[in-house]
């Protein structure tokens, strides 16, 4: 080969190589009208597909799963991780792995609610579609997304017993907490839940965690630390996201992956511009039963309408190596950007 060709061959390589290097953590809330779909791409391109949301005769979450995927570059989905057994959170997944393949299947093990004919149907199609390929987690377990940390802080009920590096503080509010009745679905307090850190940011998404066991992790002492970006439990539900939970994670920034019609009622907004620090929230959707002006503004909010007239718009965080993040209204174009914690 001519040297001036192998050099400039050698040239294209060293840039590529570069770009690869300082590739950004991407994040993308993918709009399924009040069920969880958040996909998670490593600056390698290895994959973290948290949820795969509802089930529709037209498949609806699956191809927007899908359009993310394609978004993103992908050709498969590395990992799925079903942070619990309910439909909306599990719905699209058989629709799903008819458009691309999925590695390797994480969860909480067997569903609370196998009594329920409609959980143990969907709970069945997972097992068999996930056959040797799946991986039951545990509090303290790692989730292998390569270049980012990601560790299970809650699954099957079950929280770390050890405080995150950094935390384990006693947590002032505690006194003041007022439990909920049990909850109705149970699956959700099994919902696994996770801390991501990538450089000094972190990413926290609980699921569908329930206001009680939510104190497993803040109370009496905050297991947890701080927070740059928090993913609204359980669709900004007023059944999860209890004061103590919130203001002891202290997030800079909310994403709320609500519904025209679920979550995002007034106390939980309530909550979180209380909670020390919180500087924006952004909603999927805005939520039609909460007046407007106690929604976010509307530049911050992916989908204005109903779920008819939907076009399932997702939002996306862009995280650099050095700490700084940017979070994008795919709608509008509309975009902030932050700094990670020190
Ligand atoms: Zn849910
Ligand atoms: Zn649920």
Redesign the pocket.
């Known amino acids: 080969m001519p040297k001036i060709l192998r050099a400039v061959l050698l040239g294209l390589v060293c840039a590529a190589c570069l770009l690869a290097a300082s590739r950004n953590l991407e994040i993308y809330w993918i709009d399924a009208e009040?069920?969880?779909a958040t996909l998670i791409v490593s600056p390698s391109g290895e994959s973290l597909l948290v949820?795969t949301a509802n089930r529709t005769p037209d498949d609806r979450d699956a191809k927007r799963i899908f359009a993310a995927t394609q978004q993103a570059g992908l050709h498969k989905i590395d990992m799925l991780l079903t942070?619990?057994f309910?439909s909306?959170?599990i719905g699209a997944m058989p629709a799903l792995v008819k458009l691309i393949p999925i590695g390797m299947y994480m969860d909480h093990g067997e569903s609370v609610e196998i009594a329920r004919p409609q959980v143990a149907a969907a709970y069945k199609a997972y097992v068999e579609q996930s056959a040797g390929k799946r991986r039951i987690l545990k509090a303290g377990d790692r989730i292998p997304l390569k270049g980012v940390d990601v560790e299970v802080i809650m699954s099957a009920g079950q929280a770390i017993t050890k405080a995150l590096k950094g935390a384990g503080a006693p947590n002032a509010s505690c006194a003041d907490f007022k439990p909920h009745g049990a909850e109705p679905d149970p699956d959700?307090d099994q919902s696994v839940g996770f801390v991501l850190k990538f450089g000094k940011f972190r990413f926290i998404d609980m699921?569908?965690l329930t206001w009680n066991y939510e104190q497993k992790l803040v109370c009496p002492a905050n297991l947890i630390g701080t927070v740059d970006l928090f993913q609204t439990s359980?669709?900004g539900?007023d059944r999860s996201n209890s004061p103590q939970f919130v203001w002891a994670l202290q997030p800079k920034v909310a994403i709320m992956n609500d519904g025209p019609r679920?979550g995002g009622p007034p106390s939980v907004f309530d909550i979180l511009r209380h909670s020390p620090g919180l500087e924006d929230i952004w909603q999927v959707h805005l939520a039609l039963g909460t007046p407007k002006e106690v929604n976010t503004g509307e530049d911050m909010i992916a989908n204005l309408g109903t779920s008819a007239e939907c076009k399932g718009i997702s939002l996306k965080v862009s995280v650099e190596p050095n700490g700084r993040y940017t979070v994008t209204n795919q709608r509008n174009g509309f975009s902030k950007t932050y700094q990670a914690k020190p």
Do not use: W, Y
């Open positions: 009040g069920g969880a949820d942070t619990h309910h909306d959170h959700n699921g569908d359980h669709h539900l679920k």
